[in-house]
């Protein structure tokens, strides 16, 4: 399911506009990315929770070349399923 689906199955079941079903989803991903930027996290009882990780900075290699690179540290996001996601999905 793509971003335009999503909002299509949103507008669908909330008997929402397309357009205000669009608003509402770039609403939540602000909300998350806002929140995430701010080393935050957000959960959703549930569905899971969206949380910032830390990577350490490591030396990798260049799969062309073989010669060795130093990769910096790095903020990542994570997502981890709730229980009631992971039971709807098994």
Do not use: Y
Not at 17 to 41: C, H, N, P, W, Y
Not at 57 to 65: L, V
Request: avoid cysteine; hydrophobic fraction near 40%.
């Amino acid at each position: 399911m793509n971003k335009t689906e999503l909002i299509e199955h949103i507008s669908t079941k909330a008997d929402l506009s397309k357009a205000d079903a669009g608003r509402a989803l770039e609403a939540f991903i602000g909300a998350v990315k806002t929140t995430l930027k701010k080393k935050g996290s957000v959960t959703l009882v549930g569905f899971g929770t969206f949380a910032v990780s830390e990577r350490a900075a490591r030396t990798g290699r260049n799969p062309r070349t073989g010669e060795a690179i130093k990769i910096k540290k790095a903020r990542v996001p994570k997502f981890r399923p709730g229980k009631a996601l992971k039971d709807a999905v098994n």
